[in-house]
Nanobody
């Protein structure tokens, strides 16, 4: 059974940084695409970043230049480094895995993903 478990969330002041991690268990994800999404209260879940198994990345415009997604296949882990955090980044962050990913495929749509984590809260406030 595939499980995704996020960690690294918390509270931080504007301008601060956090690093989220997501460990995938149950299968090795070497050829999977991996993504991060977020959902703020009252809002729909939105795409944040994705990385293909070949290392190709996609980012939402709102996080470009501030967030970096990376993966460590040996550790079955995907990361989201978040810098220059803003109050509008406050949300529950979810990692997701697409088992049908291609070398350059880093999907931005939630429907492309087959497995989801439970989420980790990120709060940015003064």
């Amino acid at each position: 059974q595939v499980q995704l478990v996020e960690s690294g969330g918390g509270s931080v002041q504007p301008g601060g940084s956090l690093r989220l991690s997501c460990v995938v268990s149950g299968r090795t994800f070497g050829t999977w695409a991996l993504g991060w999404f977020r959902q703020a209260p009252g809002n729909e879940r939105e795409f944040v970043a994705a990385i293909s198994w070949g290392g190709f990345t996609n980012y939402a415009d709102s996080v470009k230049g501030r967030f970096t997604i990376s993966r460590d296949n040996a550790k079955n882990t995907v990361y989201l480094q978040m810098n220059s955090l803003r109050p509008e980044d406050t949300a529950v962050y979810y990692c997701a895995a697409d088992r049908d990913g291609s070398a350059y495929g880093a999907p931005t749509g939630a429907l492309a993903y087959d497995y989801w984590g439970q989420g980790t809260q990120v709060t940015v406030s003064a």
